[in-house]
């Protein structure tokens, strides 16, 4: 039973070093494995997270992925890097990486696992598949095969070979949920100042949609001339790009000071302008928010840049501890597409067997990894779908093998 995998990449090594005993070739665009895994995490590899929750991933089927990643845990991941010789650690945040805090020994151990039980072919582009006839054709070769399982990527980072090509070959074939970017950065409305560009704050950032709170993150938050940036945009961006998918209109709000309450802030600040009354307003604020955010903060809430903390009046310090709680921000649309870390949508869950990951339209047909309609929020939930869904996929192939002997 000759088994292809058309994808070298995170899913397509997990698939292969999972895959004992099978007759398998994994073929791939590039010349070397894992191209896109050498990018994850900032060349480090968020491989997991230690808080788990199905809330942090997103399909057209809200089901569809629960089977596959309760069959292969985040603890089992981080238990098989172990068994492969990865040790690993995490931040408080419950981000794991190798203890290396390099993505190139992920790569490299889980390339030498892969090869005890794969051939790899490289520099293999697949131009078209036919179904039918179990065939892939590649822009050098033909290769005739009896299982096919698709780990060709989504469409984000396409100079690491994830093009959407396989997406373009098989789509009238096997339908394709509506696709777009996530765990990306974002244009807004309102523009901040020159001076507040590139300044990044820890700050809670929350998002609303139709006016309803969904989601908040409280991390680093980057203020650009395009508009928001940063971890804490990263961790609400699915929902966002899912948002504005479906025609919503998502705002988000900045709180500066999530450790402060609404009225101990204002306290906080009456205080400060009755200690230093000849102080301008501006200097006031100057140990609470990033100086270069004083202008717009200002700004925001209305207030003159020249006024001193004495002339203070009650509506002034209700806009400023209103701007400091709740900065709006509208967003426009998705700025980066290229270097968006996810892409969601894919070939639909709806045709895919949760539990097999095999297709319910061709046999013989599987998928793993980002090529379906399944995403995961920023924080190394993706890199556990692409091994959580191979695992279910080669475990399936493989006992199929064990009875074809
Ligand atoms: C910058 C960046 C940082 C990221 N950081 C993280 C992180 O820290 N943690 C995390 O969990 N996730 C992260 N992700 C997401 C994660 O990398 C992906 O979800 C994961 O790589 C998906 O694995 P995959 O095997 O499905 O696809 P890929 O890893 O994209 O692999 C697909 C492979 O298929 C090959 N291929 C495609 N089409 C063809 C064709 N026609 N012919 C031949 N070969 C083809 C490609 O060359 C590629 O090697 C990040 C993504 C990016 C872009």
Redesign the pocket.
């Given at each position: 039973m000759k088994v292809f995998v058309?994808?070298?990449?995170?899913?397509?090594?997990?698939f292969a070093s999972f895959a004992e005993g099978l007759d398998l070739t994994v073929?791939?665009?590039?010349d070397f494995?894992?191209?896109?895994?050498l990018?994850?995490?900032?060349g480090?590899?968020?491989?997991?997270n230690k808080n788990f929750s199905y809330a942090y991933y997103q399909s057209s089927d809200p089901d569809f992925f629960k089977k596959a990643l309760d069959g292969f845990t985040n603890e089992d991941l981080i238990d098989y890097f172990h068994q492969l010789g990865i040790a690993t650690t995490s931040l408080p945040s419950g981000r794991c990486y190798p203890l290396t805090m390099s993505a190139k020994s992920v790569r490299d151990v889980l390339y030498l696992k892969a090869r005890e039980n794969a051939k790899f072919i490289f520099n293999?582009?697949?131009?078209d598949i036919d179904l039918d006839k179990g065939l892939l054709i590649?822009q050098n070769n033909k290769y005739k095969y009896d299982i096919l399982v698709l780990?060709?990527?989504?469409i984000?980072?396409k100079n690491?070979?994830?093009?959407g090509?396989?997406y373009k070959?098989l789509e009238k074939f096997h339908p394709i949920s509506k696709i777009s970017y996530g765990?990306t950065n974002y244009k807004t409305q309102e523009k901040l100042s020159k001076k507040a560009k590139g300044c990044k704050v820890s700050g809670k950032l929350s998002l609303y949609i139709d006016g309803r709170l969904r989601k908040d993150s409280t991390d680093d938050i980057i203020f650009q001339a395009y508009g928001l940036t940063g971890t804490a945009v990263f961790d609400l961006s699915n929902e966002i790009s899912l948002a504005l998918m479906a025609g919503k209109k998502p705002e988000v709000r900045v709180d500066f000071l999530p450790s402060y309450g609404q009225e101990e802030l204002g306290t906080k600040i009456k205080t400060l302008a009755g200690r230093y009354p000849q102080r301008l307003i501006g200097q006031i604020l100057l140990g609470l928010v990033n100086e270069r955010l004083i202008g717009d903060i200002l700004k925001k809430a209305r207030i003159d840049e020249s006024l001193f903390a004495k002339d203070l009046s009650e509506r002034d310090m209700d806009m400023l501890v209103k701007i400091l709680k709740q900065m709006t921000f509208h967003i426009r649309d998705i700025y980066d597409r290229q270097?968006?870390?996810?892409s969601l949508g894919g070939f639909s869950t709806k045709y895919i067997d949760k539990q097999t990951m095999a297709s319910k339209i061709y046999k013989n047909l599987y998928f793993?990894?980002?090529?379906m309609d399944v995403s995961?929020s920023?924080?190394?939930?993706?890199?556990?779908?692409?091994f959580s869904s191979a695992k279910a996929a080669s475990d399936t192939i493989r006992s199929m093998n064990v009875q074809n002997k």
């Open positions: 058309l994808g070298a990449g995170v899913a397509g090594l997990a073929i791939d665009s590039n494995a894992g191209r896109k895994l990018a994850t995490g900032n480090r590899c968020n491989f997991t293999e582009k697949i131009i590649g780990a060709g990527g989504g984000t980072l690491s070979g994830s093009d090509s396989i070959i765990i270097n968006a870390q996810v793993c990894g980002e090529i995961g920023c924080g190394g939930y993706n890199i556990q779908w692409a």
